[in-house]
C-alpha cells in the first residue's frame, strides 16, 4: 500500500521539476544567470519582494545562507531551488580549464538547455560544441541573449546567425527596445507590451519591471520602439513565429532578450523554463522500454568525481534520478555488476557540508559518497523490475596524448591503470599502429582529464606515466578502412583505432584535413559527436 502512495507522488513530483543545463561560453555570464535564476527565485518564493538587502554578496555566501534558510541542496553538480512551486534542478556543465568529457555527460541528465549568448560575440567554440550535443540527443533549447546593456551587435544579426551557421529556427518571445548598449526594456511579442526595465541600486536579486501597452510605449520610446515592433515582426513572418512543437522537437529555439548583470530577463527566463521546459519523462533502458516515473526507483551515474588526495579515495557518484522515489539509505543494485549498493552514507558527507538529501523524485540529482564501485553510466535500481539503462556516449576528444610508464619496470602495473581508467571513462583509450601496444594514445574533450588519468595512475597504480602530447586537434571517423593510408601518409595526421573498433583519423587541426580532402576527394570522413551509448 505503502509503496503505491509513493509511486503516485514520484510522478506528480516529476511533473513539477524541471532539470536544466546552461551551455555557454566561458565569460558569457553563465555564473552571473545561474545566480540571478536562483536569487530571483528565492526572493520571488520568500516574500514576493522585489529587492535584495544587502546586495550581492557573492554566490557562495548566499548559497550557503540559501540552504540554510530554504532546504536548498547544493552540490558541486547541481543547484537546486524552487519557483512557484516548481522544483528547478540547474545542472552545472563546468567551463573553462575543467571542460571535459563530463562536461558533455552532463548533457544526459536534463530534460532542456539554455544557451546563453554574449551579445557582443553570438556563437562561440564551446557554445558551439555543447549545442552540438543537444542536437544529437534532441534536447530542446532555450536562448538567452546576454549583456544587451553593452554594446554589441543587432538583434536581428543574432538571430540570422543561429539560423544560418547551426540551423536553429530563432523564435523570439521578446525583442529588445533600444539597441544594445542602451536597454530600456522588452516588446513582449506574445501581447505586444512593453516591459520596461529599471536599474535597481545595490544589486538587487530581481529587476524592477513595468508594463505598458503598446501605445505607451510609442510614446515614451518614440522610433527605438518602432524599430522593435518592425524587426518583431519580420522576424515572426520569416519563419520565427512562436510554435511549441518545434521547441520539443528541437528544430526551433524560443529567445530572449536580457542582461543577467542587471536581473532584466531573469524572471521571464524563469517563467519559460516552468511554463514550457519539458519535465521528467520516462527514460528508455536498454530494450527500448520507457521506464515509468511511477516505477521503482532507478537512477543513472553521469559524473563520478574522484578526490585528488590519496589519504582519502573518496569517490562521489552523481546520479540522476529516473524514476521512483529515492530515500536515503535504501540499498540499491548496480545494473552492471549486479551487486548491491548501500546508500547510507549520502548523509555523512552531504550532513557536513550541505542540506542532507533525504529524498529524491525523477529529474533530481544525488550525490553518492564512498561510490568507488560506481562507474559513468551505471544504472541503480530498487525492487523489480530490474532496469538498465543505455550507457553512456564518448564525445569526440579534441586532445591526445601518448602514454608510456615513466618507469619501465612497472609496465604491468601501468597497464592494469590504463584499462581501468579507460573504463571509468577518464580518458579515452586509442590504439595506434604506429606506436604499438606499449604506447597508447590517451583522447580526451579538456586537458584536465589527462591531469586526471596522471594523477591517478601514479598514486593508485604506482605507475608514473609520461606524456607526450600529440599535435592534433580534429577528428573525425573513417569510414573505409581501407583508406587509412592516404590519412597515414599525410604529414599532419594520423589514424589511431578507438576500443569499439572504429578507426579515427586525427589532423594537426580542420584545415590539415581540408587539405588532404582535397589531394583525396574519394576520402569519406564522418563526424563524431556522439556515439554509443
Ligand atoms: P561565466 O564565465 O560564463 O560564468 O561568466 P560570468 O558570470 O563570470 O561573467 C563574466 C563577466 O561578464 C563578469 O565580469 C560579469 O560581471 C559579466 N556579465 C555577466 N552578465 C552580464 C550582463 O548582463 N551585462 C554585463 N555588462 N556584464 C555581464
New binding site residues.
Partial sequence: MQRSAAAVTAAEQAGRRRSFAVI?H????????TEALALHARVISEAGAVHGKAGRRGVVSDWMEMERARGISITSAALQFEYHGTVINLLDTP??ADFSEDTYRVLSAVDSAVMLLDAAKGLEPQTLKLFDVCRHRGIPVLTFV?????PGREALELCDELLERIGLQPMPLTWPVGEAGHFRGVLDVADGSFVRYARTAGGATAADEQRLDAAEAAAVEGADWTRAVEEAELMAASGGEFDPARFYDASATPVLF?????NFGVRHLLDLLVELAPAPEPRIDVDGNPRPLDADFSAFVFKVQTGMDPAHRDQVAFARVCSGVFERGMVVTNATTKKPFATKYVQQVFGQQRSTVDTAYPGDVIGLVNASALRVGDTLYAGRPAVRFPGLPSFAPAHFAVARPADLSRAKQFRKGVDQLASEGVVQLLKSDLRGDAAPVFAAVGPMQFEVAAHRLEHEFSSPVRLDRLPYSAVRRLADPAQRAMVDAGRRSEVVTRADGADLALFEDEMAMRILQRQHPELALEPLVAEGG
Avoid: C, F, Q
Fill in positions: 555557454s566561458p565569460d558569457a555570464g553563465k555564473s552571473t544567470l567551463g573553462h546576454n549583456k544587451w546593456d553593452r536580457g542582461a543577467a548583470v542587471l
